[in-house]
């Protein structure tokens, strides 16, 4: 399926074709044009409706390994060819050709959507389905002093031309909703939350129960609230699925990406067809589950998306690869080179990324667990970028004892490498799943997924007060 382009195609050529003749190997356009749309809603008032519209053209030039970028918001002719000059301007040499012909690459939408922002004509039904989770929230107890949630759509429109003739275009909308409720008692607060998003219009919204999104948000602040100190110390640790990929996501997935393994900053840099984890693990990037938060139909650099196999029994068998990225380490382009937007050059990034389900059931794990911590929410932590060494906290924990969970536990924290975990995880749930999120990197931050069964990692450094 394809969309109007957002550049006159006699316009792109002359502007790549004047990059050619300045010398580049390589040139390419990248127009983006995005709409966006968000209703906030605060102490059971409706505090904010936001919506704004950007347009930009992200103007690319490779020298060998050496990437110049930068951008406009005018499809002016003129302009264009005066940022390629400047770009140019260091490393003109003699031209590779002065004429560009487009191929017009076609594809399928894979994430067709129902309602999409541009007819946005359903406010009053998502002001609606706020104050019903603020209502259903305040409803669980008393203790719930305060909730906020949002709704927030955005719909990008991409249009991308290259000097190998490549002329293709895109339309992308996403939804994503959030709860967050806070508990209250004495002096004592606790949070809880959840927000889960689609590759969708707000037809997402009717797969998102508020019912249960709101008692979620609240039941998690309200066990939180009075809950028993966490033991520290070196504990084997069950982490449930969803959310619980975070930490293969930072401390593993980035370690993945050709933009740290060129560089040789990551400590899989060599490791490829080595055993890195336990042969209980597989791990996959892709993005190509229907509708899922981070897949595409295609990547930033007209490339479709595909399913790419990073660990494969516990051996690495891939790497994530964008074209420069490609091109410094001979590993083949993966459809994974992403950008927040037109500010931004490309870079391999990952887009849905998980461990893949294995045999087991929740309760097959925990009963060969004595004494440990059941991790059934992660939230946020730090991650040293090339060593994988993180520091997470757990948002909802409870302590294992005698194969049975017991009691909540607060202040958790996991703390470890993403090398030595891989190593350490023993048992493999059935139970995969996904859970959207926002990745940060060298361009910038992008809409990824991402998720895992339920994981036995039978020992793990635990930080806790208890």
Same mark, same amino acid.
């Given at each position: 399926?394809?969309?109007?382009?957002?550049?006159?195609? %006699?316009?792109?050529?002359?502007?790549?074709?004047?990059? $050619?003749?300045?010398?580049?190997?390589?040139?390419?356009?990248?127009?983006?044009?995005?709409?966006?749309?968000?209703?906030?809603?605060?102490?059971?008032?409706?505090?904010?409706?936001?919506?704004?519209?950007?347009?930009?053209?992200?103007?690319?030039?490779?020298?060998?390994?050496?990437?110049?970028?930068?951008?406009?918001?005018?499809?002016?002719?003129?302009?264009?060819?005066?940022?390629?000059?400047?770009?140019?301007?260091?490393?003109?040499? +003699?031209?590779?050709?002065?004429?560009?012909?487009?191929?017009?690459?076609?594809?399928?939408?894979?994430?067709?959507?129902?309602?999409?922002? %541009?007819?946005?004509?359903?406010?009053?039904?998502?002001?609606?389905?706020?104050?019903?989770?603020?209502?259903?929230?305040? @409803?669980?107890? =008393?203790?719930?002093? &305060?909730?906020?949630?949002?709704?927030?759509?955005?719909?990008?429109?991409?249009?991308?031309?290259?000097?190998?003739? !490549?002329?293709?275009?895109?339309?992308?909308?996403?939804?994503? $909703?959030?709860? &967050?409720?806070?508990? *209250?008692?004495?002096?004592?607060?606790?949070?809880?939350?959840?927000?889960?998003?689609?590759?969708?219009?707000?037809?997402?919204? @009717? !797969?998102?129960?508020?019912?249960?999104?709101?008692?979620?948000?609240?039941? &998690?602040?309200?066990?939180? !609230?009075? #809950? /028993?100190?966490?033991?520290?110390?070196?504990?084997?640790?069950?982490?449930?699925?969803?959310?619980?990929?975070?930490?293969?996501?930072? #401390?593993?997935?980035?370690?993945?990406?050709?933009?740290?393994?060129?560089?040789?900053?990551?400590?899989?840099?060599?490791?490829?067809? %080595?055993?890195?984890?336990?042969?209980?693990?597989?791990?996959?990037?892709?993005?190509?589950?229907?509708? #899922?938060?981070?897949?595409?139909?295609?990547?930033?650099?007209?490339?479709?998306?595909?399913?790419?196999?990073?660990?494969?029994?516990?051996? $690495?068998?891939?790497?994530?690869?964008?074209?420069?990225?490609?091109?410094?380490?001979?590993?083949?382009?993966?459809?994974?080179?992403?950008?927040?937007?037109?500010?931004?050059? =490309? @870079?391999?990034?990952?887009?849905?990324?998980?461990?893949?389900?294995?045999?087991?059931?929740? +309760?097959?794990?925990?009963?060969?667990?004595?004494?440990?911590?059941?991790?059934?929410?992660?939230?946020?932590?730090?991650?040293?970028?090339?060593?994988?060494?993180?520091?997470?906290?757990?948002?909802?924990?409870?302590?294992?004892?005698?194969?049975?969970?017991?009691?909540?536990?607060?202040?958790?924290?996991?703390?470890?490498?993403? =090398?030595?975990?891989?190593?350490?995880?023993?048992?493999?749930?059935?139970?995969? #799943?996904?859970?959207?999120?926002?990745?940060?990197?060298?361009?910038? /931050?992008?809409?990824? *997924?991402?998720?895992? =069964?339920?994981?036995?990692? +039978?020992?793990?450094?635990?930080?806790?007060?208890?």
């Amino acid at each position: 399926m394809n969309h109007p382009l957002l550049l006159d195609s %006699e316009v792109a050529g002359a502007v790549l074709d004047h990059a $050619l003749a300045l010398g580049a190997d390589f040139a390419e356009l990248f127009i983006e044009r995005r709409r966006r749309s968000q209703i906030s809603l605060l102490s059971s008032q409706i505090e904010s409706i936001s919506g704004g519209l950007d347009f930009g053209i992200g103007i690319r030039l490779c020298y060998g390994h050496k990437v110049l970028y930068g951008y406009t918001n005018s499809r002016e002719r003129a302009e264009l060819l005066r940022i390629v000059t400047l770009l140019a301007a260091k490393d003109r040499r +003699d031209p590779l050709t002065t004429r560009t012909a487009f191929n017009f690459l076609t594809h399928a939408d894979h994430h067709p959507v129902r309602q999409p922002l %541009e007819r946005d004509r359903m406010l009053e039904a998502k002001i609606a389905y706020l104050h019903t989770l603020d209502r259903v929230a305040r @409803a669980e107890s =008393p203790l719930i002093s &305060q909730f906020s949630g949002s709704a927030l759509g955005w719909e990008q429109e991409v249009s991308l031309f290259n000097s190998e003739g !490549l002329q293709m275009s895109d339309r992308r909308h996403y939804n994503r $909703l959030s709860a &967050q409720a806070i508990a *209250s008692k004495g002096g004592e607060q606790s949070t809880g939350s959840d927000s889960p998003g689609a590759l969708m219009g707000w037809e997402h919204s @009717a !797969l998102i129960d508020p019912q249960q999104l709101a008692q979620g948000a609240a039941r &998690q602040a309200l066990i939180k !609230l009075g #809950a /028993s100190p966490c033991p520290s110390g070196k504990l084997p640790v069950i982490m449930d699925n969803g959310f619980g990929g975070v930490i293969f996501h930072e #401390a593993c997935g980035h370690l993945l990406e050709t933009t740290s393994v060129a560089k040789q900053a990551s400590v899989f840099h060599d490791k490829m067809g %080595e055993l890195i984890a336990n042969p209980v693990v597989s791990a996959v990037d892709e993005g190509v589950t229907p509708h #899922a938060w981070g897949s595409l139909n295609v990547d930033d650099e007209g490339m479709a998306t595909q399913r790419t196999q990073l660990i494969k029994e516990g051996v $690495l068998t891939g790497f994530l690869a964008d074209r420069m990225g490609a091109l410094k380490t001979g590993y083949p382009r993966t459809g994974s080179g992403r950008r927040e937007s037109y500010k931004f050059a =490309p @870079a391999s990034r990952m887009r849905n990324t998980y461990i893949e389900a294995g045999p087991h059931s929740l +309760d097959d794990m925990l009963a060969t667990v004595e004494y440990g911590i059941y991790a059934k929410k992660m939230g946020g932590g730090s991650v040293q970028p090339g060593t994988g060494e993180f520091n997470f906290n757990v948002q909802e924990a409870y302590l294992i004892e005698q194969g049975k969970v017991t009691r909540p536990l607060k202040s958790a924290t996991l703390i470890g490498t993403g =090398p030595q975990v891989l190593k350490e995880i023993s048992m493999v749930g059935n139970n995969l #799943a996904l859970a959207a999120g926002m990745c940060g990197s060298v361009s910038g /931050s992008v809409p990824a *997924s991402v998720g895992q =069964p339920a994981i036995k990692v +039978d020992s793990i450094l635990v930080g806790g007060n208890g």
